[in-house]
């Protein structure tokens, strides 16, 4: 892989021009306390190492599907024609390693981007490291900018054939790599 990155303090900077601050820490104050990282996938909070059978549960009692049943799920909701997809949840060890959302894309994206990046500076994310990927192949052009947070992602791509599209993603944790098992 071939990416390039950058490392930010005290300010969220993206290849869009986008700037978002970080909430300042109350003076006398020490490290916060330990936070559980976590996601709202479809009003479902999920968070890394929360157990897989009280996931399933609270995705169940949402109304959602994980599918299929296992360690890599997609979170659905509907009928026939009419399923929606939320999301993904990925378990090792009964414990959740990764959980990712879409967001808005088109003309909502810039609103989806502000979104994410304001709820990661109030959960305390103050370094992150910016990382592009373009990719350019006879039938498409592709640009990828990862704005990683600790274990919180902000994943942007914009795709090109021959319309461009926007794909605004949120997650926690990794997501497992091409040919790996959760």
Do not use: H
Request: proline share 7%.
């Amino acid at each position: 892989m071939n990416r390039k990155g950058l490392a930010c303090t005290g300010l969220l900077i993206t290849t869009l021009g986008l700037c978002v601050p970080t909430l300042p820490r109350a003076s006398g104050q020490g490290a916060p306390e330990a936070q559980r990282v976590s996601l709202d996938i479809g009003g479902v909070e999920v968070w890394l190492g929360m157990p897989q059978k009280i996931a399933s549960s609270e995705f169940a009692k949402g109304g959602y599907d994980l599918i299929p049943p296992g360690d890599s799920s997609l979170v659905l909701r509907g009928a026939g024609n009419d399923v929606k997809e939320f999301g993904q949840v990925v378990f090792r060890n009964g414990r959740l390693v990764y959980a990712s959302r879409d967001w808005p894309g088109g003309e909502k994206s810039i609103e989806s981007v502000f979104a994410i990046l304001t709820s990661f500076a109030q959960k305390g994310s103050n370094l992150c490291v910016l990382s592009t990927e373009p990719l350019r192949e006879p039938r498409f052009q592709m640009e990828r900018l990862w704005v990683s947070c600790g274990k919180r992602t902000l994943f942007l791509k914009e795709l090109t054939v021959p319309e461009k599209s926007w794909t605004v993603e949120e997650w926690i944790g990794q997501p497992p790599q091409k040919g790996e098992r959760p």
